[in-house]
């Protein structure tokens, strides 16, 4: 059983580049959300979704977008890629009815931006 | 908007109870939960308490919720090196398992 799975696990990217960190989960999963770590700080939630077609921003949505067309994938794309998006990002999954009490999280994505 | 906060270091010796503290701002949250982050790795759900409870014990786990005060606490009975982590307290909103809100996470350091 895979669980939330995120790829890359590292990128450096240039400022002004583009680029989508994968997120996808196996367990059938309603809910999907994207959070960035920064150091000596907690997660902040970028955005997240309810279902297929449903997504709404987070605390700090600036500079991302996401897409929801299935249950199992959720990715989310920095249009053009600044320094203040370096940070650990982490994708997590959650069932909306039973056990939905718990958040599942991938390992998460390094992202440099130089 | 919804505020969950934590001391930021805590430092014990091995074989002590370790204490760590969270108070959150959301008086509609319906979980409270306690995260374990170990260096280079995502989080761990360590446990979570339901907010019509008072207290959750699970092993060496025990977390005791004061819900007038908005006052989470995460006890590690007989702490190990390996205990060595980040902890997070995170509170969720409503029925939205998605929208989670996470404090800045405790550094537990067990020495020898």
């Known amino acids: 059983n895979a669980g939330v799975t995120q790829t890359p696990k590292f990128q450096v990217l240039k400022t002004g580049q583009s680029m989508t960190l994968q997120c996808a989960q196996d367990?059938?999963?309603?809910?999907m959300s994207w959070y960035r770590q920064d150091p000596g700080m907690g997660l902040r939630l970028i955005h997240y979704?309810?279902?297929?077609?449903?997504?709404d921003q987070g605390e700090v949505p600036n500079g991302y977008n996401v897409s929801r067309s299935t249950t199992e994938d959720f990715p989310l794309r920095l249009l053009s890629a600044a320094p203040s998006q370096t940070s650990v990002y982490f994708c997590?999954?959650?069932?909306?009815?039973?056990?939905?009490?718990?958040?599942?999280f991938g390992s998460g994505t390094q992202l440099s931006v130089l | 908007g919804e505020d969950v906060e934590q001391s930021l270091f805590l430092s014990v010796r091995e074989g002590d109870s370790s204490v760590i503290n969270c108070t959150y701002t959301?008086?509609?949250?319906?979980?409270l939960y306690w995260y374990k982050q170990e260096p280079g790795a995502g989080l761990q759900l360590l446990t979570y308490?339901?907010?019509?409870?008072d207290m959750k014990q699970d092993q060496r786990l025990t977390v005791l919720l004061n819900k007038k005060d908005k006052h989470l606490s995460l006890r590690i009975a007989d702490t190990q090196t390996g205990d060595s982590a980040i902890y997070f307290c995170?509170?969720?909103?409503?029925?939205?398992?998605?929208?989670?809100?996470f404090g800045d996470g405790t550094t537990l350091t067990v020495k020898p």
């Open positions: 997590a999954s959650s069932d909306a009815g039973r056990g939905s009490e718990k958040l599942f």
């Open positions: 367990m059938n999963h309603e809910y």
């Open positions: 979704s309810v279902g297929a077609g449903i997504t």
């Open positions: 959301d008086s509609s949250s319906t979980y």
């Open positions: 308490i339901f907010s019509n409870m």
């Open positions: 995170a509170e969720r909103e409503g029925t939205n398992a998605g929208k989670s809100t």
